[in-house]
C-alpha cells in the first residue's frame, strides 16, 4: 500500500469520524426558532408571523425516517435533554431517557422537541412561542386575550410545518407525558400515515375526561381573581404574579399524591421555632415550600397563556371516527399514583384500541409521587420505552 | 272494671302517648345556643362569651347514657337532621340516616349537634358560633384575624360542656364525617371513659395527612388573594366574596371524583350555542355549575372562619398516648372514591387500634362521588351503623 492511499483510507476514516462526532448528540443544545409567515387556526382565525422554539438530539438518517418527536406538557419546554451550555443548573426534564445509549437514542434517531403556540412560559429566554403576549403586527401590542382559542392540535399543525422544513418523511415514533400525551395522539390522528409510533405517558387516552377539564379550570382561577390581571390587559402594567404564582401552586398540588406528601414533608412546621398552632401567620412546610415554588415559576410564566393552555387541554377529544383513522403502535405508560390520569383511563383506551384492531400496550411507571412520576420517575420505565421503539 | 278505673287507666295510657310525642322526634328541629361565660383554648387564651348553636333530636333518657353527638364538617353547621319548618328546602345533611326508626334512631337516641367554633358560616341564621367575625367585647369590633388559633379539640372542649349542662353522663357514640370525624376522635381521645362509640365516616384515622394539611391550605389560597380580604380587616367594608366563591368551588372539586365528573356533566358546554372551542368566555357546565355554586355558598361564609378552619384541620394529630388510652369502639366508615381520605387511612388507623388492643371495624361507602359520598351516599350504609350502635 503506497503511502499516499494509506493517507486518503485514514483521511477518510478521519472525516467519517469528524462528520460523526460533529452530528451526534453530545449533551449541548442549541435552541432555535421555526417561523411561518402565517398560520390559520382549526377555527379558521389567521395568526400571521408564528414562531415556535425547538430543539433537536441526534441526526436525521438519509431515509428521514428515524424521527422521533417529544412534545412537551402544560408547564413545560421544548427543552426536553441536555443543556445549553455546561454549568446549567439542570438538563432538559426528560434527560434520564433521551441521550447517546439512553431508551430514546440519539445515536439511532432524529429527537425534535418543540415550543407549543401559547406556550405558559414566554419569558424564559429559551423559549419562543406565538401566544397572547405575542405582538400582534397589527396594533404593535401584545394580544392579550384577543388572540384566538387554539387546541393542541393547532400546535401540532405547526410543529409538522417544523418537521416539513426539517426534511423528515415519517415520525418513528411521537412521545409526550401529560399535555404532551395528548400531543401525540393527536399527531396519530391527524397524520396517521406519517406517526409509527406512540408512546402516551400519564395521560387521558382519547379524550380529556370531565374531571380534568374542570382541574385545569380550578387552575386559572387565582389568575382570574387576581385584579392586576385586569381580563387580560397587563402588558406592560404590574403583572398579576400572584395569581399566577398560586395557579402554579395549585398545579403542583393537583398533580402530586399523598404518599408523595407524606415521604417528602410528612407534617413539619415551615420554621422549627414558629408552631402552626400559635399563630395564624406560621406555616407548615408543605405550604411554605409550594407556595415560594409557584413563585418561583411564576417568574416565567405569562398569566393569559396560562388560560390558553388549560383551553388548549379542555378542547382535547378525538371523534371516534380520528380514532378508528389510527394506525400507530400506541404504547401507554400511566403511573401508578396518577390522581389526574389514573391508570384506569389507559387501560380503557388500549382495549378500545385493540378492539378496533390496534396494536396497544399498557406498561405502569410504579411510585407514590402521582401525576409527576411520568416526568421525574420516568427511568425506571426507560428499557419499556427501548424495546417499544425496537420493535 | 269500673268506669272511674278504665277512664284513669285510658287516661294514664293517653297521658303517655302525649308525653311520648311531645319529646319524640317528629323531624321538626328548633335551633337553641349554649353559652359560656369564657373559654381557655388549648394553646391558653381566653375568649370570653363562647356562643355555639345546636340542635336536639330525641329524649334523653333517665340514666343519662343514650346521647349520640354528631359534629359538623368544614363547611357544615349543626343542622344534621330534620327540618325547622315544613317549608324549608331540604333537611339537615344526614336526615336519611338520624329520625325516628332511621340508624340513628331518635325514637331510642338522645342525638346532639352542635356548631363549631369558627363555623365557616356565621351570615346562616341558623348558625351560631364565636370566632374570629364574631364582635370582640374588647373593642367593639369583630375579632377577624386577632382571634386565637384554634383546634378541634377546642370545638370538642365546649361541646363536652353543652352536653354537661343538658345532663349527659355518657355518649353512646359520637359519629361524625370528614372535620366531624377528626371531631369524633378527639373526643374518645380526650374522654376515653365518656364515649363508648365512634363512627369515623371518611376520616384521617389519628391524624391529619400532609397531603390534605396542604389540600386545606389550597382552598385558602383565593381568600389571601382577594384584595378586599385585607388580611382579614373586611367587616364593614366590601367583603372578599369572590375569593370566598373560589375557595368553595375548589373545596367542591377536590372532595369529588372523577367518576363523579363523567357522570353529572359529560364534556357538556355550558351553554349549547356557545362553543369553548370559539371563545375563552365560553365555559363548560362543569366549570360554570361549580363556580355558581360556590358563589351561592359564598353568601353566607366568612373569608376568615375559612382560613380558621383550615387551620383547626391541620392541627389534627393525636399523640400516641392519646391513641393508646381510647377506650371507644371504633367504626371506621371511609368511602372508596375517596380522594381527600382514601380508604387505606381507615385500614392502617384500625390496624393500629386492634394492635394496641381496641376494637374496630372498617365498612366501606362504595360510590364515586369522591370524599362527599360519606355526606351525601351515607344511606345505603345505615343498617351498618345501626348494627354498630346496637353492639
Request: proline residues 6%.
Amino acid at each position: 500500500m503506497s503511502m499516499p492511499l494509506a493517507l486518503r483510507i485514514a483521511g477518510i476514516v478521519l472525516v467519517g469520524a469528524l462528520a460523526s462526532r460533529a452530528v451526534a448528540f453530545d449533551g449541548t443544545v442549541e435552541k432555535k426558532t421555526f417561523s411561518m409567515p402565517s398560520y390559520v387556526t382549526v377555527a379558521g382565525k389567521t395568526v400571521p408571523d408564528v414562531r415556535v422554539g425547538y430543539e433537536t438530539y441526534g441526526t436525521l438518517n438519509a431515509a428521514a425516517d428515524n424521527a422521533i418527536f417529544v412534545p412537551h406538557f402544560f408547564t413545560g419546554t421544548s427543552h426536553a435533554a441536555g443543556k445549553y451550555k455546561p454549568g446549567d443548573a439542570a438538563p432538559g426534564y426528560w434527560d434520564a431517557i433521551i441521550g447517546s445509549g439512553k431508551p430514546i437514542d440519539t445515536d439511532k434517531y432524529f429527537v425534535v422537541s418543540a415550543d407549543c403556540l401559547v406556550n405558559v412560559n414566554p419569558r424564559d429566554p429559551n423559549v419562543t412561542t406565538t401566544g397572547p403576549a405575542t405582538i400582534d403586527p397589527q396594533t404593535g401590542k401584545p394580544y392579550g386575550m384577543r388572540f384566538p382559542v387554539v387546541s393542541y392540535r393547532d400546535s401540532v399543525r405547526v410543529h409538522k410545518a417544523l418537521l416539513d422544513s426539517l426534511g423528515v418523511k415519517k415520525l418513528h415514533a411521537v412521545i409526550g407525558a401529560s399535555g404532551g400525551s395528548i400531543q401525540a395522539m393527536e399527531w396519530a390522528a391527524v397524520y396517521p400515515d406519517f406517526v409509527e409510533r406512540v408512546v402516551h405517558v400519564i395521560g387521558p387516552g382519547f379524550e380529556i375526561t370531565p374531571y380534568v377539564l374542570e382541574m385545569v379550570d380550578v387552575w386559572t382561577l387565582p389568575i382570574r381573581l387576581d385584579p392586576r390581571w385586569n381580563k387580560g390587559d397587563y402588558y406592560g402594567r404590574e403583572e398579576p404574579v400572584d395569581g399566577v404564582a398560586e395557579a402554579l401552586t395549585i398545579v403542583t398540588f393537583t398533580t402530586r399524591h399523598y404518599g408523595w406528601a407524606d415521604k417528602t414533608f410528612g407534617y413539619k412546621w415551615a420554621d422549627a421555632t414558629r408552631d402552626p398552632a400559635a399563630s395564624m401567620d406560621n406555616k407548615f412546610a408543605i405550604s411554605d415550600t409550594l407556595d415560594k415554588g409557584g413563585a418561583a415559576r411564576a417568574r416565567s410564566a405569562d398569566a393569559n397563556s396560562i388560560l390558553y393552555t388549560a383551553r388548549e387541554n379542555q378542547l382535547y377529544r378525538l371523534t371516534d371516527e380520528e380514532v378508528k383513522g389510527m394506525k400507530a403502535r400506541i404504547l401507554f405508560m400511566p403511573a401508578r399514583s396518577d390522581l389526574v390520569f389514573p391508570p384506569v383511563l389507559s387501560e380503557r383506551a388500549a382495549a378500545r384500541y385493540r378492539a378496533q384492531g390496534g396494536v396497544a400496550d399498557v406498561v405502569v411507571i410504579e411510585g407514590e409521587g402521582g401525576h409527576l412520576d411520568g416526568l421525574l420517575n420516568i427511568a425506571p420505565q426507560g428499557e419499556a420505552i427501548r424495546a417499544f421503539l425496537a420493535r
